[in-house]
């Protein structure tokens, strides 16, 4: 019979087992043995280094003031010359003013088309152009003054542009994709005739007035205010403040609402405040949406936009937007 040890005197007890464990050299945290000294992971790492390298190659779009005041003054110009126009329009008296509204009509579709660039762009552009001056012997000639007529043209255009799209096949590829951006330069071409259909109601000539008072204003401010003092900035990459895009909207809500406290009846310094806001609004909103499509196409590595059209871009499409909502707050609100 065999003596007995106590557990201290076991080689192999539980506790030396850990020693002997603990000082093993070649064994990791894991449990496994390995030949190398532990790492750390890397997996972290390489998330941290491409934030890093998208942090550096966003890039940072100046701000010419001196283009922000030209584009302010185009803004001013062009809704003084329709606000005019509208003024000086009678019965007798609209094909002077139709003219007006189809030069405007043509400087919007160049300024489109070549910043959208949709397939067939000359064929677009032609059907577009077709549009308008239809569109606008329509609002002068047809027995009522209404949005129909144009609701057909539009209708018209589109699917005669689509048409053009779909003849070759490098266009049919991206008809799809290019739905979105015919439709937007079909539909504000068109939109401008519904300055004609205007001047035909009893108070569409004094809704021209404040609403078109209140987007110039908008957009004026807003540019010139970007030329000072372009801050907050909106994005790195589009060159505006949100300081300016405010303020315009503000002081053009205050413009309407002056103007329809001297107008007469059924306006109201309460209907002119709310025709305002909304116009000035839209104005701006549309007016940035144009900045940032073309940071966008500039991000993208796409060619930018011919520089006449580029900047002509954000007022034109600005008053292209307004008149429906013009139209619609003439028919449903001041009537």
């Excluded at 809704?207 to 900035?233: E, F, M, N, Q, S």
């Excluded at 310094?269 to 116009?279: I, R």
Aim: charged share 15%; net charge neutral; with cysteine.
């Amino acid at each position: 019979m065999l003596p007995t040890t106590g557990r201290g005197d076991d080689p192999w007890d539980e506790d030396v087992s850990r020693e002997i464990a603990r000082s093993a050299p070649g064994r990791s945290s894991s449990g496994f043995y390995a030949g190398a000294p532990e790492k750390e992971p890397d997996f972290g790492k390489r998330e941290e280094d491409d934030d890093e390298e998208i942090d550096e190659e966003i890039p940072v779009a100046p701000v010419r003031r001196k283009l922000s005041v030209a584009i302010a003054g185009f803004a001013a110009l062009l809704g003084v010359g329709l606000i005019l126009g509208a003024q000086s329009s009678g019965p007798d008296a609209r094909l002077s003013y139709a003219v007006v509204v189809f030069g405007v009509q043509l400087l919007y579709v160049l300024a489109f088309t070549m910043a959208i660039r949709p397939p067939a762009a000359g064929v677009v552009a032609g059907v577009c152009a077709v549009a308008g001056g239809l569109a606008d012997r329509l609002a002068i000639t047809s027995d009522s003054a209404g949005m129909l007529p144009l609701l057909f043209v539009t209708a018209g255009a589109l699917v005669a542009a689509l048409a053009g799209q779909a003849i070759r096949a490098r266009d049919r590829t991206q008809l799809r994709d290019a739905f979105g951006g015919t439709f937007l330069i079909v539909f504000g071409v068109v939109s401008f005739s519904l300055l004609i259909v205007l001047t035909r109601r009893p108070v569409g000539t004094q809704a021209i007035l404040v609403c078109l008072t209140a987007a110039g204003i908008a957009l004026l401010v807003a540019h010139l205010t970007d030329a000072v003092w372009p801050k907050p900035r909106i994005a790195a990459q589009v060159p505006r403040g949100a300081a300016g895009i405010v303020l315009g909207a503000m002081l053009g809500t205050l413009a309407a609402a002056g103007l329809g406290s001297v107008l007469v009846l059924p306006f109201t310094p309460g209907k002119g405040a709310v025709l305002g806001f909304a116009v000035a609004g839209i104005a701006g909103l549309v007016d940035l949406a144009v900045n940032y499509s073309e940071a966008g196409r500039s991000m993208a590595g796409d060619a930018p936009t011919f520089w006449v059209a580029r900047h002509m871009q954000g007022p034109l499409g600005a008053f292209a937007l307004i008149l429906p909502a013009t139209y619609a707050l003439t028919l449903f609100f001041l009537t």
